[in-house]
């Protein structure tokens, strides 16, 4: 099946290909409504098991929404919106659910659907589906736009209350986030309620408008966003800690391996360099060296042991420098929990090799039962784990390389740095 979609012959008429470009767009939607179908039913049946086995009401279904993720590729906590959308489609908007699996709509415009319609109860969310999809003839021409603002229309009249009591309820939802960007650059994204948001964007826009000293429009208004968030000027320093993990060779300039910082990735080595120059230089800053060591080739990390219940301070940062981002596949999410991949309870040791660095949910995710996470050391001595899901299906995990470096000794020493700038 997959061979047969794959297929094109690039010698075929204009028309044809425009033609195949359309079939395998409606091909697309048909398997995300098939994909729908699928997850309400897993959904369901390990609900009916769990109910069976005695689970409290409360966890049944739990860790269905990681599986979805997992089969999808995808990162856990955009499993669980798939597993709300399949559940909404299916159950209660079924014109909806027709209408993508006819390729009608696409993917993301039914769930913009889905979306705009969760403030709803369920007999206004199924009159919604019922009048802007059931006549599939009036979708075609809709944008994604189109789209939400169709529903969000059909949603305010249906009930004008859940639609206000939804905007309130989402800005106890505003929140600040990060991500790395190219270049060694960041995103830093506030997500604020829109009178909150507009002002800000006014206030530094106003600012780049009366600035006129050679720097961009968007220089002076992000210079102005940093002096007025840290208190100081965009230019000097400001309160940071940050760790960072790079060769001896690196450090002292024979090597261009690059760096990573943690939380961040990897930068080049004359940035990393500079950093701790400013860092040591500065008498506001200091930086705190602490030896680490790392197979020569691959960069894998040296393990650490401890007989704690509890993952010490130094092991559980060591671990958090290893693994960079949460350990589960797909799953990008920061770490949070650095615990145990085989239970304490059941003898697993805490150390290194079965530690593992993730985020809160996919922590909580692990322990469900009929997962099981296997971590082992390959032959180049790095890091790995297997999931294993309830049903069986198996997916591996290993740790980031750092960047190799060329040395003939038996270990490579890599230094890691905790900047610390102090405010004046």
């Known amino acids: 099946m997959f061979e047969d979609l794959a297929i094109v012959d690039p010698a075929s008429e204009e028309s044809a290909l425009i033609e195949r470009i359309a079939e395998l767009e409606r091909a697309k939607c048909a398997a995300a409504a098939g994909q729908a179908r699928a997850t309400a039913a897993l959904e369901a049946a390990r609900r009916a098991a ?116 939804r905007a309130a309820k989402a800005e106890t939802e505003r929140t600040v986030t990060i991500r790395p960007a190219p270049d060694t650059m960041t995103y830093l994204t506030a997500l604020l309620p829109v009178t909150q948001g507009v002002s800000v964007y006014a206030a530094l826009r106003r600012e780049a408008d009366t600035c006129a000293d050679g720097r961009s429009r968007g220089q002076v208004m992000a210079d102005t966003l940093v002096e007025r968030a840290t208190g100081r000027s965009a230019a000097a320093a400001t309160p940071i800690a940050v760790n960072l993990v790079l060769s001896d060779e690196t450090l002292f300039g024979a090597s261009n391996a690059p760096a990573t910082v943690s939380g961040y990735g990897p930068i080049p080595a004359a940035v990393a360099r500079n950093l701790v120059s400013d860092a040591v230089s500065d008498k506001r800053s200091h930086a705190v060296l602490r030896r680490l060591y790392a197979h020569p080739a691959y960069g894998a990390l040296v393990a650490m042991e401890s007989r704690a219940r509890l993952f010490p301070r130094g092991l559980a940062a060591f671990i958090e420098l290893r693994d960079q981002r949460c350990r589960t596949p797909y799953c990008d999410a920061p770490i949070r929990h650095r615990d145990h991949a085989r239970p304490w309870v059941v003898g697993g040791p805490t150390d290194a090799d079965n530690g593992l660095g993730l985020c809160e949910r996919c922590n909580y995710v692990k322990e469900v039962a009929g997962w099981c996470v296997k971590p082992n050391v390959d032959e180049i001595g790095r890091h790995t784990a297997q999931f294993i899901t309830p049903t069986g299906a198996h997916y591996r995990s290993a740790a980031p390389p750092r960047a190799p470096t060329i040395t003939t000794s038996d270990v490579e020493v890599r230094i890691g740095i905790a900047l610390v700038r102090h405010a004046a």
């Open 50 to 165: 769990d109910a069976a086995a005695g689970v409290p009401a409360a966890r049944r279904g739990r860790g269905v929404a990681s599986e979805v993720a997992l089969a999808r590729l995808d990162s856990p906590a955009r499993g669980n919106r798939h597993l709300g959308f399949a559940k909404a489609l299916v159950h209660e908007m079924p014109h909806t659910l027709s209408a993508l699996e006819a390729g009608a709509l696409t993917e993301w415009r039914a769930t913009l659907i889905v979306r705009e319609s969760a403030c709803l109860d369920i007999d206004d969310r199924r009159a919604l589906d019922a009048e802007l999809c059931g006549d599939q003839a009036g979708l075609q021409g809709m944008g994604d736009a189109g789209v939400a603002a169709a529903a969000k229309t059909i949603a305010y009249r249906l009930d004008p209350h859940a639609v206000v009591d």
